[in-house]
Structures are given as structure tokens and as C-alpha cells.
């Protein structure tokens, strides 16, 4: 169970980082690959976590995964997919560090029971993803994307 909310964080997340790193690419936001995409790369990432390997490995390879995505199904080359997601993750942890810290400064809840209390940690852990697809759609409102930027 622990593991099915653990992945319910992290889809949201995953979608909401792609977005904004599609919006700073000046791509359109085409919400069926990028949901479909975002799904995925997740799985993958939280089933990495989920192994005993080094702190971190994940996020390089969520990294990894979503400038595929973007340079295989758009016209951005790997660079500037490398960048732009660099970005758009950057600041999901930005703002999941922000909001870790206010929640847990309102409340009387340490790290380490939030961090063993899946439903909890699930509660905390979607204002990030909230907030970052906001940024993503306001960022494709004003930075008005290329036309054919998709090729699928």
C-alpha cells in the first residue's frame, strides 16, 4: 500500500516537471503524452528509488529519462532538453524543500514521521506538484509556443 501512494506522489511531480519543461522549451502542452510520458518516467524513477542504490540515483535517472522524452518526441534537440529539464527539476526541489519545511514548521510533525506515514508524506508532498504545474501553464500563456514542436 505504502508503495502505490509513494507512486501517487510521485506521477503528479512527473507530469507537472515535463510540463514546464515542454513550456520552457516553447513546446504546447499536449496533456496525453505528457501525462502518458510523465506516468511512466515516474514508475521507472520510483522503482529505482525503491532498489538499494545510492541516494539520488533516481533523480539523475528521472533526469535522463524525461530529456529523452523530450528530444525523442519533440523537435528540441538534447541539449536544450538537457536544460530545460535540469530547470523545470530544480525547481520542483526548490519547492518541495520550501514547502517540506513550512509544513513541518506549522505542525508538530518531524521529517521522520512524515517520512514513515505514506498518506501523510502524499499530503505534504502535492503542493510541489501543484505548484509547479501552475508555473508550467502560465509559462506556455507567456511564452507562446512554436508551431510543430511535437512529432507525434
Same mark, same amino acid.
Given at each position: ?14 507530469? +507537472? /516537471?515535463? +510540463? ?8 504546447? %502542452?499536449?496533456?496525453?503524452? &505528457?501525462?502518458?510520458?510523465? #506516468?511512466?518516467? =515516474? ?7 525503491? @532498489?538499494?542504490?545510492? %541516494? ?14 523530450? =528530444?525523442?518526441? /519533440?523537435?528540441? =534537440? ?6 530545460? #529539464? ?12 520550501? &514547502? ?12 521522520? #514521521? +512524515?517520512?514513515?506515514? +505514506? ?13 509547479? @504545474? &501552475? ?10 509556443? &512554436? ?6
Amino acid at each position: 500500500m505504502n508503495e502505490v501512494i509513494f507512486l501517487l506522489q510521485g506521477i503528479p511531480e512527473t507530469i +507537472a /516537471t515535463l +510540463a514546464l519543461s515542454l513550456a520552457f522549451a516553447r513546446i504546447s %502542452l499536449r496533456w496525453l503524452p &505528457i501525462v502518458i510520458g510523465g #506516468a511512466i518516467i =515516474s514508475i521507472i524513477g520510483s522503482t529505482i528509488k525503491l @532498489l538499494p542504490f545510492t %541516494l539520488g540515483l533516481h533523480t539523475v535517472a528521472m533526469l535522463l529519462m524525461c530529456v529523452f522524452f523530450i =528530444s525523442k518526441t /519533440t523537435r528540441i =534537440s538534447p541539449a536544450k532538453s538537457f536544460i530545460v #529539464a535540469t530547470s523545470s527539476i530544480i525547481i520542483l526541489i526548490f519547492f518541495e524543500i520550501v &514547502i517540506h519545511l513550512y509544513i513541518l514548521r506549522l505542525t508538530t510533525i518531524n521529517l521522520e #514521521a +512524515a517520512s514513515t506515514n +505514506a498518506l501523510l508524506w502524499l499530503i505534504i508532498g502535492m503542493p510541489q506538484a501543484v505548484i509547479v @504545474l &501552475i508555473i508550467a501553464l502560465l509559462t506556455s500563456k507567456i511564452k507562446k509556443p &512554436i508551431l510543430n514542436g511535437w512529432k507525434i
